[in-house]
């Protein structure tokens, strides 16, 4: 499926306003429904399925805030009806390498799974415990 | 493409086999020659293009050694002709949660993309700074 550049890309940034926003219901419309979801928080276990990965973007979103991420770099590459965009995430003084799975659902790109990576761990504590009473 | 599974989790046994034996003809084998091919090793930027992605591995098996990954808890999701595996590593006492993208191509299952993230950071420095001599 050609030409879904745009669409991709939008899906993407529509992940993070979600997440800068501490946008719940926005993150929800992001994530796929009928595709099975995962998501690798830094420093944490995997999460698999709607349920677990919702529980943690409520830990996250809990007091109304979230990091102040910042995202730059994109790159895409799609394999048929999946899509993976490649990132650089900023959240304060750390950088984290971002992958973010799309699919193709019912004609919208939705996320199947998300995984954030540091690439600088001078301040990793500060990111890694992001999740904090999630388990 | 159903009844897949067991081809896609043979072509993730593949890359920790070559992976773990330091063996780049075998690794060279497991990555997609043909879709565009990304990683993301941990503490690094993104490596884009099988240049970039050998480049790093050529660097890892140097020495003729590479570090002696354990895997486990395979979780595979498929769509259509594209599949991500992820899966836990363990490098020493350090834990990473690794996310496998493959690719059909040509009939095989392709790697097309590996992230791997810290998951405990206790000895994070020792893993991050793995592919020595790579920039």
């Known amino acids: 499926m050609p030409g879904q550049e745009e669409h991709i890309l ?32 830094p420093g944490w276990q995997a999460l698999i399925g709607r349920d677990e990965v919702f529980k943690s973007w409520r830990a996250i979103f809990g007091g109304g805030n979230s990091p102040p991420v910042e995202v730059s770099d994109a790159t895409l ?9 490649l990132c650089t995430e900023r959240i304060y003084k750390t950088e984290l390498a971002a992958t973010n799975l799309f699919a193709l659902e019912d004609g919208d790109w939705k ?23 999630l388990n």
């Open 77 to 85: 590459q799609q394999i048929d009806n999946a899509a993976i965009v």
């Open 10 to 41: 939008r899906a993407n940034f529509a992940f993070y306003t979600a997440f800068r926003n501490a946008d719940l219901a926005a993150m929800e419309a992001v994530w796929a429904r009928r595709w099975p979801v995962t998501c690798l928080h």
């Open 111 to 133: 996320m199947v799974h998300h995984q954030a990576g540091l690439v600088t761990i001078e301040e990793a504590r500060s990111v890694v415990t992001l999740p904090v009473g």
